[in-house]
């Protein structure tokens, strides 16, 4: 596949072309507001709209009793787990507004549609509701505690859902037998996804149908779960997902507002729209990671693992649904890159009154990650081990593959002995010594974070599904080609013309990408777990193979000639040994001249995800007076099997690198204990990486093409936040280490870095 410098999509978004869901025009439409609850746990004693509905432009105020009326009920994706102990788990009714009990600040109590958004900001301060407040829980230790409040009444002791894999009692005895058991117990922060266009929506009326213009990331599963809500066949509603400026796992799913507003267009038979403003998304989006670990780690004299358990605590937030699963469909990751031949783990789901937590860059990869790399960095440094070196001993042998693992995933193919020297080589690992003795001689701290990780693509593990593409030619030859996975920002749009075009031998200035219209591409996945190519890119290839047969049969019936004598290339097909030629434009026009359409379709499904593994290095500088980190260089060497398009790769490396040194050094979602009162709700309070954060990072690729899929490619969307928070975090303790810090958990903020390094050494401060 041929290599282009840049990106298609790029002439639009960087000339303010690109067209989100607010660029879409309707001056009839109506302004949605949400009233919201400002305490995070308590019950609503009444909702009083009657001097609100009266204000001037208010034409209505939606609350659950409507709801309830209209037979809407509670909307979450469905959640079906088996615990250890045989119960089976279920999601908790989450209502599209709430009726009798908040859960959080900020739920959705009810929602004001005005002529304007003034007369609707208007109207909310005016609808008036008595709440009887009580006390709130935001961590899982407090959530945990004996006599803890109660989020929901029917889930004693705040327990959303329990899960367990693997042979504990075997686990526990082979880290007990090991020469060295190495603890940790360590927490990953809670994150905002900080999408560039926050959530909004459109809802009109188009005759018998209702139009749904949304930033979402699976516009077809949107559509689905509005059907599903409202009783409508899913004909009759058509929604578009035009550009998405990021998305990251939290556009997904049964959103709350953006059901609510559909519900409001429909009562009122008009257009109405609703834009949440960024304290809302702070306040409503579902957040990322928030989770405490704790890991045992079997490490016997010669420094190969004996046995491995890991128990998390996953702070889910208000409500448990099938959207609180990440920790438990990747927490396979937690095995690594090695031979660790007994390995056991528990997910333990929290309800605590916060906005609910789901799917973020990576959804329990990184955690995963983290929870074994940042183990094996504090066995290396306990015992006494080079952190390569214990590494290398442990690594699961290329001639070993496929590796069936102990703990649920097993590895079709890899080299991760080949992965580690060529990054540590890539990297320079063995030069940190002396730059490590230069930050000493100008009074910095330096540190070393190397992770290994490798991640579950195009899944869930065990749980694939198919995507779709078409390929239709115009009756001008221009084409059009459509594909069922979602770019929110990732040049999905380039990589799929590229891969078409090269595979039909034609130009990619005659084609046109559509996405994300319902109307035109009914089906599809959507974007999610690292799989457009995966999936959709074979579609794709196989939608190309279906058009080519279908045109060499029209135009052997147009040159009268076998299907055997006609040969395809680069647009045109001829009898072979003639000059006798058709080309697919003219046959194209053909199709359309007799009410057709020449169109070839391609479906599919992997038989089993792909793994995506790497070598990460990440060196960081720590000013001992003021606490200041900053990152001095990042490297990476990754497994993504055949690359298709480097540029695109190495920048979704990137973007995903800094996604989790973010995490690693400043964003963290903070609630006040006691009252829940979120206390990071603007770009004032949580910390977002800017570009002079970081350094140059630099990617390699060091490939081991796989077999599951025909592009032979395994997925890199969330390759860079994979290993980047555990390569971050070990970077930070390496350093501390110098100073006698045993143990720093996230963020690396200048002043809790200042204050470990005073609790550790007092007088060095």
């Known amino acids: 596949m041929a290599q282009r410098s840049g990106r298609i999509e790029d002439a639009r978004f960087i000339t303010g072309h690109g067209r989100y869901t607010a660029d879409v025009a309707d001056p009839s439409a109506l302004t949605a507001v949400f009233v919201r609850s400002p305490v995070a746990a308590g019950r609503i004693e009444a909702i009083d709209t009657e001097a609100a509905a009266a204000m001037p432009g208010v034409r209505a105020i939606v609350t659950a009793a409507a709801l309830a009326e209209a037979g809407v009920g509670p909307v979450q994706a469905p959640l079906n787990l088996t615990g250890p102990d045989g119960t089976v788990w279920t999601a908790v009714n989450r209502p599209l507004l709430a009726s009798d009990v908040v859960r959080y600040v900020g ?111 699976a516009p077809q599963a949107f559509r689905g779960a509005l059907s599903g809500a409202f009783g409508l066949p899913a004909e009759a509603i058509r929604v578009v997902a035009g550009d998405v400026g990021g998305s990251f796992g939290m556009k997904m799913g049964p959103l709350r507002e953006e059901m609510v507003t559909f519900f409001a267009a429909r009562s009122l038979g008009a257009a109405v729209r609703w834009i949440s403003d960024r304290t809302e998304d702070f306040l409503s989006d579902e957040a990322g990671r928030d989770m405490l670990m704790h890991i045992a780690l079997g490490v016997d004299a010669d420094g190969t693992f004996t046995g491995l358990t890991v128990d998390i605590e996953a702070n889910l937030g208000a409500y448990a649904t099938g959207r609180s699963q990440p920790p438990i469909f990747n927490v396979g990751g937690i095995a690594g890159v090695y031979r660790t031949p007994v390995i056991a783990a528990t997910v333990t789901g929290v309800l605590t009154n916060t906005a609910p937590v789901s799917a973020y860059r990576g959804a329990g990869r990184p955690e995963a990650t983290l929870a074994i790399e940042r183990t094996v960095d504090k066995a290396a440094r306990d015992l006494g081990f080079d952190p390569v070196e214990l590494r290398r001993r442990n690594l699961i042998p290329a001639d070993q593959m496929p590796w069936e693992s102990p703990f649920i995933f097993n590895y079709d193919c890899g080299d991760f002995p080949k992965v580690l020297a ?129 045109a060499t049969a029209k135009a052997a019936d147009r040159m009268e000639v076998s299907e055997a004598d006609v040969e395809y290339s680069e647009g045109t097909f001829r009898v072979v040994g003639t000059d006798r030629v058709v080309g697919l434009a003219e046959l194209g026009a053909d199709a359309a001249a007799s009410g057709e359409r020449l169109a070839g379709n391609g479906a599919f499904k992997p038989e089993e995800a792909t793994f995506p593994n790497g070598f990460h290095v990440c060196e960081v500088e720590i000013d001992p007076d003021t606490g200041a980190t900053t990152v001095a260089s990042y490297a990476a060497v990754e497994d993504i099997g055949r690359v298709l398009n480097e540029q695109l790769a190495s920048g979704q490396i990137h973007g995903g690198v800094v996604q989790g040194l973010g995490q690693i050094l400043q964003e963290d979602v903070v609630y006040s204990p006691g009252d829940g009162q979120l206390l990071s709700a603007s770009f004032m309070d949580y910390s977002m990486p800017r570009a002079d954060d970081m350094p140059t990072i630099r990617t390699a690729f060091s490939n081991v093409e796989t077999l599951l899929n025909p592009l032979r490619v395994k997925g890199v969307g969330e390759a860079g936040s994979v290993g980047a928070v555990a390569a971050g975090l070990n970077a930070v303790n390496d350093a501390l280490a110098t100073r006698g810090v045993a143990s720093f958990d996230m963020p690396a903020t200048p002043v809790r870095v200042w204050e470990a390094l005073r609790k550790a050494s007092p007088e060095a401060v």
Request: proline share 4%; charged share 20%; glycine share 10%.
């Open 107 to 217: 739920e959705p109590v009810a929602l004001v549609v005005a002529e304007t958004r003034a007369a609707a900001l208007d109207a909310v301060e005016a609808v008036d509701v008595t709440y009887a407040d009580a006390s709130a829980v935001t961590t899982v230790t407090d959530a945990l505690a004996p006599g803890a409040p109660l989020v929901s009444a029917d889930r004693p002791g705040n327990v959303g859902f329990a899960w367990a894999h693997g042979d504990r009692t075997a686990a526990d005895a082979a880290v007990a037998a090991a020469a060295h058991q190495v603890r940790l117990t360590t927490n990953v922060s809670r994150v905002n996804a900080g999408a560039m266009e926050p959530r909004n929506v459109l809802v009109r009326p188009d005759g018998e149908r209702w139009e749904v213009y949304v930033s979402h990331q």
């Open 422 to 550: 060529e990054g540590a080589a890539f990297a320079d690992v063995a030069g940190f010594p002396e730059r490590r003795r230069q930050s000493e001689a100008n009074g910095k701290l330096r540190g070393l974070g190397i992770a290994m990780c490798v991640e579950a693509a195009g899944g869930p593990y065990k749980r694939t599904s198919m995507d779709y593409s078409d390929i239709i030619v115009g009756e001008d030859g221009r084409i059009v080609l459509t594909g069922g996975a979602f770019s929110a920002g990732q040049g999905l749009e380039t990589a799929m013309i590229d891969l078409v075009s090269d595979a039909l031998g034609l130009s990619p200035e005659q084609f046109r990408y559509v996405q994300g219209d319902t109307d035109e591409v009914p089906q599809g996945k959507g974007m999610g777990g690292s799989s457009a190519m995966i999936s959709c890119g074979s579609a794709a290839m196989e939608a190309a193979r279906d058009l080519i047969a279908k």
